[in-house]
């Protein structure tokens, strides 16, 4: 009798465990609610350009938001690595602030769905953080850099990447920033990145944005990366950045190392391809304990240490880099690279507004801007 009262005990946690899991697991895999500002024209999907997605997680949703006005098109992309918390953060919060006055603006906030729906293995990424509001906290998940396996498996032992055959980890063959331009009927991964390199030509995007992060120790950090055709742009924006105070790098992509965004969608389609780099502590080699806290305040006495010996690329103090100060450089690199390409091309311009200013972002913070409307 009691060998049964055991069993049943036993059971009865099982199962009760089972459920947990089960439901944090579904979770998991339903989109964080989104608040379009009022400017949104359309949302659109993924789908409509590459019909093969349709259905699946690499499915996503495309929101447009058009001026009226005849302009340029910029197309920014969040969430390619979805343990970039600063990437799909900028493009969250532009989303649910932008005005468009002239042109036409694209906002694809999760690039890579998939990689929100799990954890790198081994890191102690926490699976969600908290943003203070001023009605409460509001939580974000903390995603992988790449492809959920139950979505693309097994990973080759070397992955030779298309159309350039250029060898690289079995893992990158999971990682959207190395499968561009795709192909229709590839990997889920090289899927993804076909329908973004269709849908860009499709819709004449003329200007491309594409938010990361990097470890500190990384050596493309706090930069903007530019394909050659958009290097005048990007220059002109890092001038700019550079003299309100805000020290950008400026790198050029480089042509022999394939599948990269700022590489591949200025070779394949004909927009301006760049990508933002801001630096993430989470993301390091050298850093202590992963905590949701680490990601708010970028505060961790290991990089201090680091910083102290010279095995950081970017100034590192007590007082951290915060998720507050990573966003500001999106948006303020952001708003720099728009106008900039807009001065460049005086028929083709794009004109924004509702954004915070980086020391508007830092004053009021970052839950100010994240408020449903």
């Known amino acids: ?9 036993v059971l009865a946690i099982v199962f009760s465990v089972s459920i ?15 608040y379009p500002s009022a400017a949104l024209t359309s949302t659109l999907k993924l789908s409509a350009y590459s019909p093969e997605i349709a259905g699946s997680r690499a499915d996503t949703e495309i929101f447009e938001f058009e001026s009226g006005t005849q302009g340029g098109t910029v197309l920014i992309l969040g969430g390619t690595h979805c343990d970039e918390p600063a990437s799909y953060i900028a493009a969250y919060l532009a989303l649910e ?16 769905r998939s990689a929100l729906t799990h954890n790198l293995p081994g890191e102690a ?16 998940r903390m995603g992988s850099r790449y492809t959920n396996p139950l979505d693309q498996w097994p990973d080759p032992e070397v992955y030779v990447h298309y159309p350039s055959g250029q060898e690289l980890s079995g893992a990158d063959s999971r990682n959207l920033n190395r499968c561009y331009p795709g192909r229709k009927g590839g990997t889920f991964t090289e899927q993804i990145a076909h329908a973004i390199a269709t849908f860009i030509e499709a819709e004449d995007v003329d200007l491309v944005i594409d938010l990361h992060e990097a470890s500190l120790e990384y050596p493309v950090i706090n930069a903007i990366v530019a394909h050659e055709r958009a290097m005048d742009c990007a220059a002109n924006a890092v001038l700019e950045l550079q003299l309100e105070g805000l020290d950008f790098a400026l790198e050029p992509s480089p042509p022999n190392y394939h599948g990269l965004s700022h590489r591949e969608l200025g070779d394949h389609t004909s927009c301006f ?40 690329r970017v100034p590192y103090d007590s007082s951290g880099i915060s998720l507050e100060v990573r966003v500001g450089r999106h948006l303020a690199g952001m708003q720099k690279l728009i106008s900039s390409f807009s001065g460049l091309n005086p028929e083709k311009q794009i004109v924004i507004s509702g954004l915070p200013s980086y020391g508007e972002l830092l004053e009021r913070k970052l839950g100010t801007y994240l408020l449903p409307k």
């Open 97 to 112: 602030n932008i005005e468009v006055l002239q042109g036409r603006a694209l906002i694809i906030p999760r690039a890579n």
């Open 273 to 312: 391809a760049t990508l933002m780099e801001s630096a993430n502590v989470i993301q390091g080699r050298l850093r202590g304990r992963t905590t949701p806290e680490l990601v708010l305040t970028g505060h961790d006495p290991m990089y201090m240490k680091a910083a102290q010996i010279e095995m950081t």
């Open 125 to 140: 990424h926490p699976q969600k953080f908290d943003v203070p509001t001023e009605h409460g906290l509001r939580s974000f």
């Open 20 to 34: 947990y899991t089960g439901m944090s697991f579904r979770r998991g895999h339903v989109d964080e609610q989104l």
């Open 1 to 9: 009798m009691k060998s049964s009262i055991r069993a049943a005990i």
